[in-house]
């Protein structure tokens, strides 16, 4: 798989001591950047302080910044994260640079895309949705990591994703809002999931649940697998590292479901165990829970 594309917001974490790099679809980006340095990463900063600072933690980290757009009349995106007991709550800076990503000469070069991963929360607004529908169209598999965030969603806009989808991923709370937004029946988690699978007609669901398992339903079999015990200090991110490793193992290196699920929960696991999503998550690591 020589063309993987992550489409969405980039932006600052604002913690109560600390600002760290994030964004899911970014996020996704750094951790498969340390399997493909060919990764690319289609997003918009600020022309301002922010913006620069993205700027320069691409090039220290060696990154693919060839489709980082800079947008000269917004701002770069921040978001404020409050933690309680590691999870956090999120208040979301609008009409920022990573809502009006555009389709320039960069993306149009794009002309096959092998694998496009994407989030909801750039949807909210349109010009970065009408940009990620033409993505979309030229995607062999389109990876969908639903995030939904505040009340930057409805059902047109998820009903369209989901369905433009092959792969879904969503946790508990986001397999419960579309249980209610569209009406499903099941009272519980595996029925729940076999009928968004089937009225999206979807090639695979995972549903991740935190601290206790994972599980992806291919149409035919759930694999599970339970989470690694670790000393979690911040759960932001450790879905997205999660994302990152499964598609590298299943989707580039063409591994088991059963064991690229296992190796993607445990960089989910390891995550956890440190500040901010960017964090180095070592082979040796990985490994080490892995066998433990």
Not at 56 to 62: E, R, Y
Not at 96 to 114: C, G, H, P, Q, R
Request: with cysteine.
């Amino acid at each position: 798989m020589t063309n993987i594309v992550c489409f969405g917001e980039v932006l600052w974490d604002k913690y109560t001591d600390r600002i760290e790099l994030g964004g899911a679809p970014f996020n996704v980006f750094f951790r498969l950047s340390q399997f493909d340095k060919n990764a690319k990463f289609i997003s918009s900063v600020g022309n301002d302080k922010l913006g620069v600072e993205i700027l320069d933690f691409f090039k220290k980290n060696k990154l693919n910044s060839s489709f980082l757009q800079i947008d000269k009349t917004r701002k770069t995106g921040t978001v404020k994260i409050k933690l309680d007991a590691g999870e956090p709550s999120y208040e979301i800076t609008q009409n920022v640079a990573w809502d009006f990503i555009v389709e320039n000469k960069n993306s149009k070069s794009l002309k096959i895309i092998d694998l496009l991963i994407f989030g909801s929360l750039s949807c909210r607004n349109e010009q970065s949705y009408s940009t990620l529908k033409k993505l979309i169209n030229k995607s062999k598999i389109k990876v969908l990591d639903l995030n939904l965030r505040q009340n930057y969603y409805d059902n047109e806009k998820i009903s369209y994703l989901v369905k433009s989808s092959n792969f879904l991923k969503i946790n508990l709370e986001e397999m419960f809002v579309l249980k209610k937004m569209f009406e499903f029946k099941s009272s519980d988690h595996k029925g729940i999931i076999k009928e968004i699978f089937n009225f999206f007609d979807l090639q695979y669901l995972c549903l991740t649940n935190g601290s206790v398992n994972s599980f992806i339903y291919n149409g035919i079999k759930f694999y599970e697998q339970k989470s690694f015990k670790v000393n979690a200090i911040d759960n932001v991110g450790a879905g997205d590292n999660f994302l990152a490793a499964f598609i590298w193992e299943f989707f580039a290196k063409k591994s088991s479901i059963q064991n690229s699920l296992r190796i993607a929960s445990a960089y989910g696991a390891l995550a956890t165990t440190k500040n901010g999503a960017t964090t180095d998550i070592s082979s040796t690591e990985v490994n080490h829970l892995v066998i433990s």
